[in-house]
């Protein structure tokens, strides 16, 4: 055993409490398992929720938003109507009960999300509840329009993308709003990239290699713009299991706004420019157009700390899970490289704990 090897374990071995890291190791063995739940728990009550939506909005908080803005993206590449997700309390003012409402709280007790449900309710929507338990789950047995996806509890929601995104996934499928599926032999593929990406096994990797060069540099983290859910989802790692700041962008639209901050050699440029550690994501199925963008902005990038990470697949579906593997690999690297637990959440259990006692 190297040096190098020695000292990651070292450091999971004191710092990971909580699992993270075998939690996610098993994250495509989530998705099989998610995949194979819906069909058992849909079939019962398929019939009632088939009725031509004109749309599908997602509410959602943090790790159990995510999958709505996976979906949202798939929809805009191979949907067949409209799916929006809906972040906060409230719901949009345009909705109306002919779009489906698919909440998602992992913990069931989001009061964000439960309060948008109430307020669908209200107004004779339907909803499919995905969650572990909680409030939510208790709201379904209470309501004749409203239907639970369970999906196994006690980790923490980041963690449990598989889990939520595999269901979120399986209903739409099931009732014809997505055409796209995962299939098995992906899931197969994208195994191998767990394992290939794993920081422990394999601690002079790549994603370790790439941890270790971000460490003491600002991220920056850039993409298409069907790529977006997977840059959010890792700004949203870093934060929470790195505890890092992460500046984000899409092309093409940040060619005609933050291209000029960047600025290139001899033009003005933010003072940080340069010493931002930049993340480039990709994928095979980019607008020509968008990948000659993104030739120029690295022909022209004023950093010397910039790596292309290619999302690998034969889908946009695929190539968005690959791309969150990778991710989450390197965002618990960061967090063991920088001393930090990378399941510790302590400002956000402090926030709750606040708003727990203005309500009493």
């Known amino acids: 055993m190297s040096e190098v090897e020695e000292g990651m374990i070292r450091l999971a071995n004191a710092l990971d409490s909580q699992g993270m890291i075998g939690l996610t190791r098993s994250f495509v063995d989530d998705i099989r398992k998610g995949r194979e739940s819906v069909n058992r728990e849909l079939l019962p009550w398929l019939s009632e929720i088939d009725k031509g939506w004109t749309g599908v909005l997602f509410l959602g908080m943090g790790g159990s938003a995510a999958g709505g803005d996976f979906i949202s993206a798939l929809s805009d590449y191979d949907g067949t109507i409209p799916i929006r997700c809906n972040r906060g309390y409230d719901l949009p003012n345009w909705w109306t009960p002919d779009w489906l409402v698919v909440a998602t709280s992992y913990s069931g007790n989001t009061e964000e999300t439960l309060s948008a449900c109430e307020q669908a309710l209200s107004q004779n929507g339907t909803i499919i509840a995905i969650s572990s338990g909680g409030v939510l789950s208790g709201m379904c047995e209470l309501s004749e329009t409203m239907y639970l996806i369970s999906c196994p509890g006690g980790q923490p929601p980041r963690s449990a993308f598989g889990h939520i995104f595999s269901r979120q996934l399986s209903l739409l499928v099931e009732i014809g709003v997505l055409r796209c599926e995962i299939t098995d032999s992906a899931l197969n593929r994208l195994q191998n990239a767990v394992e ?68 290139g050699v001899g033009e003005n440029q ?91």
């Open 196 to 263: 290939d990406c794993d920081i422990i096994t394999h601690p002079e990797g790549d994603v370790a290699s790439l941890a270790l060069n971000m460490i003491e540099n600002p991220i920056a983290i850039l993409g298409p713009r069907e790529l977006s859910p997977a840059i959010n989802r890792f700004k949203n790692q870093l934060n929470e299991n790195s505890a890092r700041f992460a500046r984000i962008g899409v092309f093409p639209e940040m060619n005609h706004n933050e291209a000029v901050a960047w600025g």
């Open 270 to 360: 933010d003072p940080e420019s340069t010493n931002q550690a930049l993340a480039l994501l990709s994928w095979d199925g980019m607008h020509d157009r968008v990948e000659q963008r993104m030739d120029w902005f690295v022909s022209n990038c004023p950093t010397d700390l910039a790596w292309r990470i290619h999302g690998d697949g034969e889908s946009l579906l695929e190539c968005l899970l690959h791309l969150c593997i990778m991710m989450d690999w390197l965002s618990i690297a960061l967090a063991l490289l920088h001393g930090k637990n990378p399941s510790a959440i302590e400002p956000i259990i402090s926030l709750k704990e606040y708003l727990a006692q203005i309500n009493q």
